[in-house]
């Protein structure tokens, strides 16, 4: 295997080890973007593959000016490989960290939070730095060309800074993984299903770490990066699938057959990518390389040619050196053979001997002798170098010219002489001129001072000197390889030009260049290049169509599942599936279609039930409802008659019934004695005092002797029914006991015209409704005991107020006082009662409220009542010329009444309460002296004595068991 095909092999592997890395970010980004996970995982993978794409381009080392990026990028980039290395592996074992890297500038160490992202972007940024302003603080430019694209990786990151930035983000970040990663195992704050991704992780940096220490061949280190950053991509991307895609993923926003044809394009893609960086890479070398093997053949041939034709020349000068005439130095015969040596050799203009203090001894064309002690020349070929070259402007043709010595030796062995010729540079610059290649390559010979020999355009016009071409590029890069005889280089000139050049060193240090310009022999593989790309984007335009349509095939019927699906889900249960053919989807869709017909099967069956339900739910709540209404009817009724009736009419309104009848038991609890009835045979029983025995006669007895309902669902068939003549339309019949706090009160009858009109629902809902009827009757019954007993309480209330007030005014010695324009006068005798009063049945039924005299329309009666007795009159009598008593002044005289009444009664009840006070004073004082005594007589005496005293009495005696008696 030759060197050329194993490069090759070596930078197609580059490409495969950049583009795997590439490949997985871009898949694990388009599976989820907005997963937070896939962010990360997609970014840190990412930065690998663009590490390794720098790295892949600098190698290949296909142009100066993308090398010389690609470098850069790398510089750049590469210092954060580590922390992101080390980053992830934290964030692989402790997932629950990755909220804390949102929005760190806003979190509450946001100045460490800076920090940290100014330590990211610090290569980077003294990466722009350097380019900008020139700098070296981090990335130092190599010298072109770029010869060892290895040597050009090492040595780009020698900044002022490169040390420091190599210990912080490359040495202490691995080194920090090793330490931290067993230390989170061995503290237990990793969990057991994620220590195996910890020691996977810990073997892969120990084993990086291992490989790039070891030696290795020269310039192969960066291939070794390359593929542990590769598998670095593929250990972290496997790890965080597992760990992180399977606990965190989340739904996908993207529609399936867009989300399928990105997954596929991201990784098809590239691929074509690579293939199309690879083949134009590959005709790039080719093409680089066939112009560097014309360039070196060409260059090579020149160079041949020259150095034979100095070899040539060599010889004949040194042949002739040693002739006899030669040596002697006669000029007489060295003449002759210098002009037959001139005329033998058209390019030679002269030919000529100095002695050893560089005078003229013999010349070729008979001119005056010349000195040239001072010519290079003539002082290295008298010290004694065997052959001299020497390019000058020479003296006698005044154009350049290169001269040829070597010294002129007698027997002895002793420098005589110089002999030398000198020829002008046609003849050397028609053999580079001759040199061409296409339209831009030529060639051009410098000797060993770097001075222009043969140029193309050197004899364009007139020069008086030889022009320095040491600055020029090649002749600057051949001349700095001290162990190189030759060298392929590329450079760029003033007007910005490209060129390829070929530079050899002749033996006797000169040196032949033969250049092309890049743009001329990279036509091919660049319209190669434009013809690749349009290919692979048509490929790609027709790739990414037929991905797109295949997908659409299967997208296309997963659609329709979904609408059928969404359809289906909003209630349209008709629709139906109908896929053609056998596979995996068109089998999905004929489950899903007996998955729906059992579906709306079931529907169908559930609406008949709940239409079932629904019915009975809404009769229930329509009987619930009537309850409600029954209920609140009734328990505003207070008189029994009335609530019966009004019951009765109710419940057969509002559930329909043909007949309702309520039955209370009679006293001795024999018989259920109809109380009301709504049906026309009803009343007609009513009227006939219907009754049933109480346990013997149809279901109402019977229910009134169990307590519990009794129905007959068909009268006909029920043995206990009672065939009433008044209701023959009866056929359904149900009784409910009316039992209030557990006294049975009654039945509530019940009756339809259809058979089976009772369900169990129908009891519960009229039992309870009986309830309440019973609730109704109780509280009526006790609302009527409770009237009787409170009039009883007003009756014996009034009774007592009249007594108290008829003994009051008896006591008084002027129970009346009438107020006249003579006076006030005391009254010892009670008028006569007001005429109305005068014919009414008894003074309790007498008015309670202001009337005129039927008599005197001037006298106004004004009763004084307390509570609900008159105790007395106010009576006004108006002057016969004032107007008639107004509605103002009666209500006026109605207001004073009703103060007075209130305010007499309260001095009633102060008089008795000081009354009652004075007589416990006496008695307490009496009890007290007679304590104070022991004697018989007396305590009799004392008690006498002050009875008569306290009471004012006359006569006071108290007589013991016996014939004694004291009296006071």
Known sequence: MNDFLLSQITLITADLLTLLPLVLGLYVLALNPRE??????????????????AMAAVLRNVNALLTHFALQVFV???????????????????????????????????????????????????????????????????????????????EAGKGALGDLITLLYTILPPASLLIVIPVLIKRGQIPAARRSIGWILFALTGMAILLESLPTVPGSRYYVILFVDTLYAVVYTIAAYRQIFSERLTAARIKLQPRLTLLIVVVVLPALALVGITANGLVYTLATRSADARLNDIGTLVGNDIQQWLEFNAEVLQAMAAQPEIISMDPSLQEPILRNMDASHGYMYLVSTTDVLGRNVARSDGKQAKDYSDRLWFQRALRGEPLVTQVLIGRTSHQPALVVSTPIRNEAGNIVGVLMFASTLNDLSNAVLQARLGETGFAYLVDEQ??????????????????????EPPIQALRSQTNRSTLLSTYEDENGIHWRAYAAVLPNGWAVVMQQQEQEFLIPPRTFATLLIGLLGLISILLTTLVWASIRQIAAPVEYLTETAEAISEGDLERRIDLPGEDEIAT?????????????????????????????????????????????????????????????????????????????????????????????????????????????????GYTAFTRQPRVALNVGEDAVHFNNPNLPDTQSEAALPLVAGGELLGVLDVQSTETNAFSEDDIETLQALADQIAIAIQNARLVEETQRLLEAQREAAGLWTRRIWKRQVEALTHP???????????????????????????????????????????????????????????????????????????????????????????????????????????????????????????????????????????EVHIQLSGNRETTA
Request: hydrophobic share 40%.
């Open 36 to 53: 937070r996970a896939n962010q990360v995982t997609g970014i840190y993978v990412l930065l690998l593959a663009f590490i390794n794409m």
């Open 76 to 154: 750049g980039l590469a210092p954060l490989a580590g922390p992101a290395s080390l980053l992830m592996a934290l964030f692989l074992l402790q997932p629950e960290r990755l909220p804390e890297l949102r929005n760190p500038l806003r979190s509450r160490e946001s100045v460490q939070r800076r920090i940290l992202w100014l330590l990211w972007g610090l290569p980077p940024l003294l990466v722009v730095i350097d380019a900008v302003l020139g700098t070296h603080l981090l990335f130092t430019p190599p010298a072109p060309p770029i010869v060892e694209p290895t040597l050009a990786l090492a």
């Open 450 to 471: 770097n001075l222009l020999l043969a140029h193309p355009q050197m004899f364009q016009t007139p020069i008086d000197k030889l022009e320095d071409f040491s600055q």
């Open 588 to 700: 999905l869709g004929r489950a899903f279609s007996h998955m729906t017909n059992r579906l709306r099967s079931a529907i169908q069956e559930l609406e008949k039930r709940v239409a079932e339900r629904t019915s009975g739910l809404e009769r229930r709540t329509t009987h619930l409802q009537a309850i409600i209404e029954i209920g609140q009817a009734v328990s505003t009724t207070r008189n029994l008659d009335d609530l019966l009736n009004q019951a009765a009419q109710s419940v057969s309104e509002k559930f329909g019934f043909y007949h309702t009848g309520i039955f209370l038991l009679d006293e001795s609890g024999q018989y259920a004695v109809l109380q009301a009835a709504n049906s026309p045979g009803g009343k007609r029983m009513l009227a006939n005092g219907h009754r049933l025995l109480v346990g013997r006669q149809g279901v109402v």
């Open 816 to 954: 009346a006082v009438k107020r006249t324009p003579e006076g006030l006068r005391l009254l010892s005798e009670i008028p006569s009662p007001p005429p109305a009063e005068q014919h009414d049945r008894g003074p309790e039924e007498s008015p309670k409220k202001v009337f005129l005299d039927p008599e005197d329309p001037r006298l106004l009666h004004v009763p004084l009542v307390r509570g609900e007795v008159v105790i007395g009159y106010l009576q006004a009598r108006k002057p016969s010329d004032a107007p008639p008593w107004s509605a103002d002044e009666t209500a006026f005289m109605q207001t004073l009444s009703d103060e007075l009444g209130p305010a007499l009664d309260s001095a009633r009840l102060y008089q008795e309460t000081q009354i009652n006070a004075w007589q416990q004073r006496v008695a307490l004082n009496i009890a007290s002296q007679m304590r104070q005594n022991l004697e018989l007589e007396t305590i009799l005496r004392t008690t006498v004595t002050q009875i008569r005293q306290a009471l004012d009495l006359s």
